[in-house]
């Protein structure tokens, strides 16, 4: 057997096991006084996520971002975040200069500093960043937690990265790709009201995302097609599908999803899409008319 025929989630949980790591989480915690402390790291490189075209300004963003965007599902505060590089020996000098723009660009819109880090010869350019973040640890949003019952939403529109990537030729699809905004003040937003029952970021697409949380809670959801927000020009498979849009999902009591909007407000949209169920399933409702969601989405390996 290769790693081909198990895929990135059962590799994490292999791994997870060997360790001793009782809980999968967008980032690792440790107790710090009354608060956690948030550590994620995340690695991108140019074979699996940058396509033909992508400049060192929008590695170097996208580089700061994704890690941003795991911090902003458990609610934190960015501390900071160091980035290792592996670049090859005759990539031109520019590189670094146009990385470290697009990365202390990012970095700056959050008011994140960058601490160091590493470099390192490789043959093909990759990057490893690790972010840190703090929260009050009664406000600290899980995986784990979803009951039956509650409300299943999402902040923004989905399917805007693949919608991009299926047409990466066409004018400003590469920023619509990679120059993401992690919804870190939203994620913080919604943290301080101490209402989600559980979060995570749309990384590797919502039916992924949604599978993910289904398997941990052992819980299930009901979503209704005709309520996602489709991004412009996307449609709704890039939406389910598609990786990278990097919104947040969140689960929460029916009766409190009004706040939750009103909080909101001035920052983006929360869209209801469906409920938590008891069965360990994945509905998808068109119509009148429930299917399984297929569960598929960006995993590598696969």
């Known amino acids: 057997m290769q790693l081909k025929d198990l895929g990135e989630r059962k590799i994490i949980n292999m791994l997870a096991k060997y360790f001793e790591i009782e809980y999968l989480d967008d980032c690792a915690t440790l107790p710090f006084n009354d608060s956690f402390l948030l550590i994620t790291t995340d690695m991108v490189n140019e074979k699996t996520h940058f396509p033909e075209g992508t400049k060192p300004y929008h590695i170097g963003w996208f580089s700061v971002a994704v890690n941003l965007s795991d911090i902003a599902a458990k609610g934190g505060k960015p501390l900071g975040i160091t980035l290792s590089i592996g670049i090859p020996r005759d990539m031109d000098i520019n590189f670094i200069n146009e990385f470290a723009h ?96 559980s979060s995570m970021d749309i990384s590797d697409g919502l039916a992924s995302s949604l599978y ?28 389910l599908y598609s990786g990278g849009d990097y919104e947040l999902l969140f689960t929460m009591p029916k009766g409190k999803i009004k706040i939750a909007k009103q909080k909101l407000k001035s920052m983006c949209s929360l869209t209801e899409i469906g409920e938590v169920i008891g069965e360990r399933k994945v509905l998808l409702v068109e119509d009148e008319r429930e299917e399984i969601m297929e569960n598929k989405g960006y995993e590598h390996f696969k």
Do not use: W
Not at 220 to 234: E, L, M, Q, S, V
């Open 212 to 239: 993910q949380l289904s398997i941990l809670n052992k819980k299930g959801f009901r979503i209704y097609g005709k309520k996602i927000p489709i991004a412009r020009g996307a449609k709704k498979e890039h939406a």
């Open 102 to 197: 697009g990365a202390k660009e990012c970095a700056s819109r959050f008011d994140v500093p960058i601490l160091g880090g590493d470099t390192k010869e490789m043959d093909f350019v990759t990057i490893c960043g690790t972010a840190f973040g703090i929260i009050k640890q009664k406000e600290f949003i899980s995986r784990y937690g979803m009951r039956e019952g509650d409300v299943v939403c999402v902040t923004g529109k989905l399917g805007k990265a693949g919608y991009a990537l299926s047409n990466i030729k066409k004018r400003n699809a590469i920023d619509n790709l990679l120059l993401v905004m992690p919804r870190v003040r939203e994620g913080m937003a919604i943290a301080s009201l101490k209402i989600a029952t």
